[in-house]
Antibody, heavy 118, light 106 residues
Framework: EVQLVESGGGLVKPGGSLRLSCAAS????????INWVRQAPGKGLEWVAS????????PHADSVKGRFTISRDNAKNSVYLQMNSLRVEDTAVYYC???????????WGQGTLVTVSS | DIQMTQSPSTLSASVGDRVIITCRAS??????LAWYQQRPGKAPKLLIH???TLESGVPARFSGSGSGTEFTLTISSLQPDDFATYYC????????FGQGTKVELK
């Protein structure tokens, strides 16, 4: 069974940092892109970042560029999202999902909540 | 960046109704258009990819169509399980989602 499990969310002050993790199982992790998508409370879905199977493909949304960094460890079947200089507007549920390189997300995790507040 | 415009934002309907949601892209997507269903507190669920290909296990009352920049999601006969929010998404260049359409009970 394909599983994606996010962790690392929590409450952080503006300007702080968090590192989210996405642990994958049940499929050939090394052949898939992994993507982060977030959803602010009561709002729609916003793509955050993606990473290719070999880490040469790592686009980030303009709203997080320079503050967030996506990475992966294929030996641990995991993807990470390092979030620095957090802002109140980064408050959201963060989901990870898998996709083939030119595809869309066919499996998603349950999400982890990040709250940025003083 | 590719912009996605989805309408309507809210749709009131009854069980058995035919429901149509539209999505417009700011440039041609070469069919790289997907539809998701999201229930409150849950992750999005992929319904349709490549404009019209139904995901395994998705009921046949869901269908997708369109080309170029104009796309539609149709639910042929709305069922109680279908009251949810629906998002279109382009995946031609990175990902962009529409604003969402909440299907609610009339």
């Amino acid at each position: 069974e394909v599983q994606l499990v996010e962790s690392g969310g929590g409450l952080v002050k503006p300007g702080g940092s968090l590192r989210l993790s996405c642990a994958a199982s049940g499929f050939g992790f090394g052949t898939y892109n992994i993507n982060w998508v977030r959803q602010a409370p009561g709002k729609g879905l916003e793509w955050v970042a993606s990473i290719g199977s070999d880490e040469t493909f790592t686009p980030h949304a303009d709203s997080v560029k320079g503050r967030f960094t996506i990475s992966r460890d294929n030996a641990k079947n995991s993807v990470y999202l390092q979030m620095n200089s957090l802002r109140v507007e980064d408050t959201a549920v963060y989901y990870c999902s898998r996709s083939l390189h030119t595809g869309t997300g066919d499996h998603w995790g349950q999400g982890t909540l990040v709250t940025v507040s003083s | 960046d590719i912009q996605m415009t989805q309408s309507p934002s809210t749709l009131s309907a009854s069980v058995g109704d035919r429901v149509i949601i539209t999505c417009r892209a700011s440039e041609s997507l070469n069919s790289r258009l997907a539809w998701y269903q999201q229930r409150p507190g849950k992750a999005p669920k992929l319904l349709i990819h490549q404009t019209s290909t139904l995901e395994s296990g998705v009921p046949a009352r869901f269908s997708g169509s369109g080309s170029g920049t104009e796309f539609t999601l149709t639910i042929s006969s709305l069922q109680p399980d279908d009251f949810a929010t629906y998002y279109c998404q382009q995946y031609k260049i990175y990902w962009t989602f529409g604003q969402g359409t909440k299907v609610e009970l009339k």
